[in-house]
């Protein structure tokens, strides 16, 4: 059962352990998810270079992919990375920026989860068609889609790769193929904000070092994220103010924030 009592058991644990979590990320987002970590109480990593992987492999407790700015060098490390993380039990975060934008997105998520199962896929509605072979084209890395179009394509990919799959929106649509997960809430100001998908991603990250399952941990990471952005929506102005107080939020919710504003189903 995933309540409010489960996701404070675990953003306790993530408090008390400070689980070190891994990023293979984009330029673009890499202090932004590094904060956010910081704030939640994990503590991040951003290395990318093939010669310290397999030493950053072993000390670690979660890696998340993140493939927004790919080339064929990010490929290669990703690829390494992914492999030397189910040797060692490490559970992986992919998030498969932009999949259904370019092939090379599409094929390169689909390679990786074909190497290496990732535990959890977060992802927008549309990235989510665009790997179960649905019609999933995006607008750049921004979703065309709302979760709850992506519903059966989530099932199913989390099915096939036995894995949590998060269809991420106003409404979170989260499953293991068998559980279904929803999380509503948040702030319309999140999407005007850089990379708050893949601080999600980030997020539940650090939740898949302590929670007893990958459906457990991706519920913790994006039930964190919306209250967390509630509880900013309320003193913020606009963006700029939103994700400076989402930020403190993160670092200050309390159960009580979990058990008033959480909604789950």
């Not at 980030?202 to 509880?231: D, H, I, R």
């Amino acid at each position: 059962m995933i309540n409010p009592e489960t996701i404070w058991r675990d953003l306790s644990a993530v408090r008390e352990k400070g689980p070190l979590v891994h990023n293979i990320t984009n330029f673009v987002v890499m202090n932004v998810t590094a904060n956010a970590l910081l704030a939640l109480g994990a503590s991040p990593i951003m290395a990318h270079a093939t010669g310290e992987l397999d030493e950053l492999l072993g000390i670690v407790s979660a890696l998340v992919l993140n493939i927004g700015t790919l080339d064929s060098g990010w490929i290669e490390i990703m690829g390494t990375a992914a492999a030397l993380a189910g040797k060692r039990g490490v559970p992986i975060v992919l998030d498969p920026v932009g999949a259904g934008a370019s092939r090379l997105r599409t094929e390169t998520s689909l390679a990786l989860i074909q190497m290496q199962r990732p535990a959890i896929l977060r992802a927008n509605p549309s990235e989510i068609l665009a790997l179960a072979g649905a019609s999933g084209v995006t607008k750049g890395v921004d979703s065309t889609h709302r979760p709850d179009e992506a519903e059966e394509a989530a099932r199913s990919l989390a099915q096939k790769m036995n894995c949590a799959v998060v269809a991420s929106g106003a409404v979170d649509f989260l499953t293991d193929g068998t559980t279904d997960v929803r999380i509503s809430g948040g702030s319309p100001l999140m999407p005007r904000i850089t990379g708050m998908g893949c601080t999600s991603s980030a997020l539940v990250g650090a939740f898949a070092a302590v929670a007893t399952s990958p459906l457990e941990a991706a519920a913790a990471g994006m039930a964190v994220m919306k209250v967390a952005a509630e509880m900013a929506a309320e003193k913020s102005s606009g963006p700029g103010t939103q994700q400076l107080y989402f930020l403190d939020a993160l670092h200050g919710i309390t159960k009580e924030d979990l058990v008033r504003r959480l909604k789950i189903s």
